[in-house]
């Protein structure tokens, strides 16, 4: 199923987007995490990492938004991007999860060749519990979430399912 966002934008609803969790988490932070990809089959790959982080004793998933195709920003001569929203609770710190979120991108291949280059899987930390952090390698909120349409937009709809 698709539903048209505006002219180059559409919210997919795939398996596991949106997805939310009957089960109740022990974990002790809440964590919201942006995901995106443009290399060949993301959503796909998105079906992959909700199995991985499943599986994973790390995070427990317990929202996730529709998948949002939107053009690229910034280098623009690349595939459309595919992007959503996680919410997780994990018992990790920040920068523990930074190198957790990290490592699951090295291992769905991700190369990092230039800036806002084409990518298999892209993973932002956009919020963590209420806490602001400013430092060279970690900043939280995400700096750039609020111009995003690609986390805005999946964000919003999250915000009305949470909200029931």
Same mark, same amino acid.
């Given at each position: 199923? %698709? ?6 934008? !559409? ?7 949106? @997805?939310?969790?009957?089960? !109740? ?5 809440? &964590?919201?995490?942006? #995901? ?9 790959? @998105? +079906?992959? *990492? ?5 599986? =994973?004793?790390?995070?427990? #998933? ?5 998948? *949002?195709?939107?053009?690229? @920003?910034?280098?623009? !001569? ?5 992007? &959503? ?19 699951? %991108? +090295?291992? @769905?291949?991700?190369?990092? =060749?230039?800036?806002? =280059? ?16 400013? $430092? ?10 609020? !111009?995003?349409? =690609?986390?805005?937009?999946?964000? &919003?709809?999250? &915000?009305?399912?949470? +909200? $029931?």
């Amino acid at each position: 199923m %698709e539903w048209k966002y505006c002219n180059d934008m !559409k919210l997919h609803f795939d398996k596991n987007y949106p @997805f939310t969790t009957p089960k !109740k988490s022990k974990k002790a932070h809440l &964590a919201t995490l942006g #995901i995106g990809g443009n290399i060949k089959n993301t959503r796909r790959r @998105f +079906q992959k *990492l909700f199995i991985y982080l499943s599986k =994973s004793n790390v995070v427990d #998933i317990l929202y996730t938004s529709p998948i *949002l195709r939107n053009p690229p @920003f910034g280098y623009t !001569k690349q595939k459309d991007f595919y992007n &959503a929203v996680i919410i997780v609770k994990t018992d990790l710190n920040p920068n523990n999860l930074l190198k957790f979120v990290l490592r699951v %991108e +090295q291992f @769905f291949k991700r190369d990092r =060749s230039f800036k806002n =280059s084409p990518r298999t899987l892209d993973i932002d930390i956009i919020f963590f519990d209420k806490i602001t952090i400013n $430092r060279e390698n970690l900043v939280i909120p995400h700096p750039h979430y609020q !111009k995003r349409e =690609s986390v805005l937009i999946p964000l &919003a709809y999250l &915000a009305k399912r949470v +909200q $029931r």
